[in-house]
T-cell receptor
Framework: NAGVTQTPKFQVLKTGQSMTLQCAQD?????MSWYRQDPGMGLRLIHY???????DQGEVPNGYNVSRSTTEDFPLRLLSAAPSQTSVYFC?????????????FGAGSRLTVL | DAKTTQPTSMDCAEGRAANLPCNHS???????VYWYRQIHSQGPQYIIH???NNETNEMASLIITEDRKSSTLILPHATLRDTAVYYC??????????????FGKGTKLSVIP
């Protein structure tokens, strides 16, 4: 099993451009989430989904959109990139949203906005 | 609000046990304690979790105090590859606390040769 796959690993954008960070899991996990990590900081929750068709906001949702049309995929969209969105982004999933479930993380996507 | 408190950094001699403390004094009865680690800028790696009882797996042991207000992650024989940032988080069994996870800054563990 591949686990949680994130693409691209690296991306450079200009201010105002849009892009989508892809996240796919092959473990049939119901719960998926996106985090961002800034230098010297812990992870901050952007958006999460407890199942296909269901999404909700986390701690820092502004500037990001998500959708969950399938169980496997949870893309993160930046509609108009800003330098403040320069960060490392991690996608994570777990079998369910229950606290008894272990969260599995992807390898990360490093985004630079100029 | 931070749900857990961890020291900013710790050192451990190679081959010795590394004991990483975590304070979670406001933990409720349905919240699990999870430990993850992050090596360089890689994705966080699951280590261990527990609810009430002490737990052990091939990577580490987790000791939870009887009042559940604190816990200690033990790496029995630290190696250089254990140098990482270790995160202690709490995750509720259900509700908002189960899917709105909060990661603090963690403990930077440096294993010294």
């Amino acid at each position: 099993n591949a686990g949680v796959t994130q693409t691209p690993k690296f991306q450079v954008l200009k201010t105002g451009q849009s892009m989508t960070l892809q996240c796919a899991q092959d473990m049939n996990h119901e719960y998926m989430s996106w985090y961002r990590q800034d230098p010297g900081m812990g992870l901050r929750l952007i958006h999460y989904s407890v199942g296909a068709g269901i999404t909700d906001q986390g701690e820092v949702p502004n500037g990001y959109n998500v959708s969950r049309s399938t169980t496997e995929d949870f893309p993160l969209r930046l509609l108009s990139a800003a330098p403040s969105q320069t960060s490392v982004y991690f996608c994570a999933s777990s079998p369910g949203s229950s606290g008894a479930n272990v969260l599995t993380f992807g390898a990360g996507s490093r985004l630079t906005v100029l | 609000d931070a749900k857990t408190t961890q020291p900013t950094s710790m050192d451990c001699a190679e081959g010795r046990a590394a004991n990483l403390p975590c304070n979670h004094s406001t933990i409720s009865g349905n919240e699990y304690v999870y430990w993850y680690r992050q090596i360089h800028s890689q994705g966080p790696q699951y280590i261990i979790h527990g609810l009430k009882n002490n737990e052990t797996n091939e990577m580490a042991s987790l000791i939870i105090t009887e009042d559940r207000k604190s816990s200690t992650l033990i790496l029995p024989h630290a190696t250089l590859r254990d140098t990482a940032v270790y995160y202690c988080i709490v995750r509720a069994l259900s509700g908002a606390g189960s899917y709105q996870l909060t990661f603090g800054k963690g403990t930077k563990l440096s294993v010294i040769p």
